[in-house]
């Protein structure tokens, strides 16, 4: 199966436009106004009316209020909210659409257990334990991914043209996502990395 790919922290309409050029099949914008990515609901919106139908937009979170997701799902049409914090499961069912819940792997945590205590959930998005909740491009232990995850699996944490063949190949996640892997400087991606990813990804597809 296409393993589906999602290009994160998007802040300039040169980098949406080769992410979409490239194929990505989501572009993820961060809302967490601690990182070095993120922009403003209405700078998202000027930067989604570049994506085209049937390319997802997901809106990143890391423990807003509600209605901050709630203002920032009436700026731009947001296909899937990610969920990057501490958020449990009634917060993230509140707002009544299609979510990801990011777990931070770190030996002791039963994801197991973490997927099934958000049973809504549309994916579990596996990434490194760093500080700042995410983005830090690091690569965690993938043995620590059980077998069977009670939902689907999206793979991130420090991915990159040259590790995210191995990464497909080992884990098998239905969706792969990165954002530091396919940039020069935070917030600013390189196309040819991202062209590059995405290249490694379908190749990987390939042989699997
Ligand atoms: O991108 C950020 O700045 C960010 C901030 C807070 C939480 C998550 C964030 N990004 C997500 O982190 C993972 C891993 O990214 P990387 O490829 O290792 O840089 C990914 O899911 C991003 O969406």
Redesign the pocket.
């Known amino acids: 199966m296409k393993t589906r790919i ?1 290009i ?2 998007l802040t300039r309409e040169a980098d949406v436009d080769a992410a979409v050029a490239a194929g990505a099949d989501a572009i ?1 914008f ?1 809302f ?1 106004p ?5 922009v403003t609901p209405q700078r998202a919106a000027e930067l989604a009316k570049r994506i085209p139908p049937f390319v997802d937009i ?1 809106g ?1 979170f ?1 423990n807003a209020a509600p209605e901050v997701v709630q203002a920032t799902c009436g700026a731009l049409p947001i296909n899937v909210l ?1 969920f ?2 501490d958020e449990d499961a009634a917060y993230c069912r509140q707002f009544a659409r299609p979510y990801l819940r ?1 777990a931070r792997v770190r030996p002791g945590l039963d994801l197991v257990e973490f997927g099934r205590s958000f049973p809504e959930a549309r994916g579990l ?1 596996l ?2 334990f ?1 500080e ?8 965690f232990d993938w043995t620590l991914i059980p077998p069977a995850l009670p939902a689907f699996l ?1 793979l ?4 990159t043209a040259g590790n995210v063949g191995e990464a497909i190949r080992r884990v098998r996640p239905v969706a792969v ?7 020069m400087s ?2 600013i991606k390189d196309h040819s990395k991202i062209a590059a990813f995405v290249a490694a990804v379908r190749k990987a597809d390939e042989s699997i």
């Open positions: 999602k994160c922290g993820g961060v967490y601690s990182s070095p990515r993120y997901v990143l890391v990610q990057h914090g990011a998005l990434d490194a760093v700042g909740y995410g983005g830090g491009g690091h690569v999206v991130s944490g420090g991915l996502d990165v954002s530091s892997g396919v940039e935070k917030g």
